[in-house]
């Protein structure tokens, strides 16, 4: 009987598993970009757990997903010519480009971080009030590498970003001082 009661336990423990991790919630249609970023969010889940992200395989790529899976994070940014501050056209243009390529540093970072969300609303006799949605990028990113600007039409450019899995992995491990 006692070595009965002592089995239990033991087979309960076996068909725990632990949280379910992003990759694992996955259709099995899922793109590679998809699965890309399954596994970042499984590294970044894992640091915040002190558990640090799972280690770069040698080529660049993280355990269990090809390379085409593996494949640099893109950030693209946007601006308009005409919005820029600036005495000449040329100052515009070159103002234009640099505002494109912060907002492609934003796109790299919330890819990379993550976005924290707040809202709140208001409800006064049974009737909205005032309805809020904050949103807040924090994060630092090294590495970036400008792929491309591209005029769009005649008042705006476009800024390509990439950030290759090596150094988001790096990103990751200096945020927890693993470095």
Request: aromatic fraction near 2%; include cysteine; proline fraction near 5%.
């Amino acid at each position: 009987m006692r070595a009965v009661l002592l089995v239990i336990p033991l087979a309960l423990l076996g068909c725990a598993t632990g949280a379910p991790t992003a990759k694992s919630a996955l259709p099995l249609d899922a793109r590679a970009p998809v699965r890309q970023l399954a596994a970042i969010k499984d590294d970044l889940d894992a640091a915040d757990r002190m558990a640090g992200p799972a280690p770069v395989a040698g080529g660049g790529a993280m355990p269990g997903l090809s390379a085409q899976a593996a494949a640099p994070l893109k950030g693209l940014g946007f601006a308009q010519i005409a919005g820029q501050p600036g005495k000449t056209q040329n100052e515009k243009r070159l103002m234009a480009i640099r505002a494109a390529r912060v907002d492609a540093l934003r796109d790299l970072a919330e890819q990379v971080h993550g976005v924290r969300l707040s809202a709140s609303t208001t409800v006064r006799d049974a009737v909205v009030a005032d309805d809020s949605l904050n949103a807040v990028v924090n994060g630092t990113l090294r590495g970036a590498k400008t792929l491309r600007v591209t005029a769009k039409g005649s008042d705006s450019y476009e800024v390509e970003m990439e950030l290759d899995r090596e150094t988001v992995a790096y990103i990751v491990r200096a945020l927890k001082g693993r470095v």
